[in-house]
């Protein structure tokens, strides 16, 4: 009985060192495989598995960007704008250079990628602003330009679709292949290494820590919190940036509705996957983690049949219980338990 006992602790010791260690994350995902294999036998093929792989990509990207944002103790519910934006801006830039340089297509797309970079960078440079300098909530000043960025994409459109874009751009970034990888995939990865570069090995990955950590603290130790906090939302902004131009490459248009619930997806895939809502908690590989359970998710409940009304329900239902978790992990941290 003492030896049943003892076993007994030692596995609530190890169930409790993961939790403060990862947070929910491994725990959801154990039970989505479990639940979603005994509903469907082609969900845990190999297949399917690299085809939530491959789909996994455009939420990683947002997600790490989040993450960033989260990190510095905001958040930024401007992505789907950005992508939205990024996505007629850069559509509408390469059928007008295309037209001005019709024998240089490359140099067409990549100042139509440029001119999506730029719509980007001005909503992440506002959002900065607006947080750092006048210290205006992230929530009030994200959901402000997010509107204003949506109107405008709208505005730019008339909800039409951009087409005309040239082909090479769709051939390459939406379907293409290097060295049997879809480039999607290569770019992800590319965005992966130098995030986890960026916050594991550099100072300024460090200095977006202390600032979500102790904001007060980090201004004391000589660290310069607003040019942090502009750099994190700007970040966050180019990442989504990136994400309209692959999303646009992939449905060869320019759309204004694209990346329209992402804002959320990216939120509860940072927060399953541990990046604490008070800032100064969270790890890249841990986020990518979280970015492919979210997708895993979607895809399960497509096989299973769950209409895409109740995957609303089940996915807003997950970010709340990743919510509480969150809240009773910081107070295990913070009383040493």
Not at 73 to 93: E, K, N, Q, R
Not at 163 to 187: C, K
Not at 269 to 276: K, P, Q, R
Request: hydrophobic share 60%.
């Amino acid at each position: 009985m003492s030896a049943e006992i003892k076993k007994n602790n030692a596995v609530f010791t190890l169930i409790k060192r993961i939790f403060l260690r990862v947070g929910v994350l491994p725990f959801f995902l154990a039970i989505a495989l479990v639940v979603f294999t005994a509903l469907s036998s082609n969900f845990l093929t190999s297949q399917n598995l690299i085809n939530v792989a491959r789909q996994s990509v455009y939420l990683v990207l947002v997600s790490m960007g989040q993450m960033l944002v989260l990190i510095s103790g905001g958040f930024d519910l401007s992505v789907g704008t950005a992508i939205a934006l990024t996505s007629v801006v850069s559509a509408s830039g390469m059928v007008w250079m295309a037209t001005i340089f019709p024998d240089a297509i490359w140099l067409a797309i990549a100042l139509g990628a440029l001119m999506g970079f730029g719509a980007a960078l001005l909503i992440g440079a506002i959002n900065g602003v607006g947080v750092a300098y006048f210290e205006v909530s992230p929530f009030i000043m994200t959901l402000g330009v997010s509107s204003v960025g949506a109107g405008m994409a709208l505005f730019l459109t008339g909800g039409v679709p951009v087409s005309g874009m040239p082909y090479a751009f769709a051939d390459t970034f939406g379907f293409g292949r290097l060295w049997g990888i879809p480039v999607p995939v290569i770019v992800a990865l590319i965005c992966i290494i130098s995030m986890w570069v960026f916050m594991s090995r550099t100072r300024l990955g460090t200095q977006v820590y202390a600032v979500g950590g102790n904001i007060k603290a980090a201004h004391l130790s000589a660290i310069n919190t607003k040019k942090t906090l502009m750099l994190a939302y700007i970040i966050c902004a180019l990442l989504a940036s990136l994400t309209g131009l692959l999303l646009t490459a992939r449905v060869e248009s320019g759309e204004a509705n694209l990346g329209a619930s992402i804002a959320l997806e990216s939120i509860a895939a940072c927060v399953i996957a541990g990046v604490s809502l008070r800032g100064g908690i969270g790890r890249v590989e841990n986020v990518v983690l979280g970015a492919f359970f979210i997708i895993l998710v979607q895809n399960g409940m497509n096989l299973a049949q769950v209409s895409s009304y109740m995957q609303m329900v089940l996915l807003g239902s997950l970010l709340i219980l990743a919510v509480i978790f969150d809240q009773l992990r910081y107070r295990m941290i913070m009383n040493g338990t």
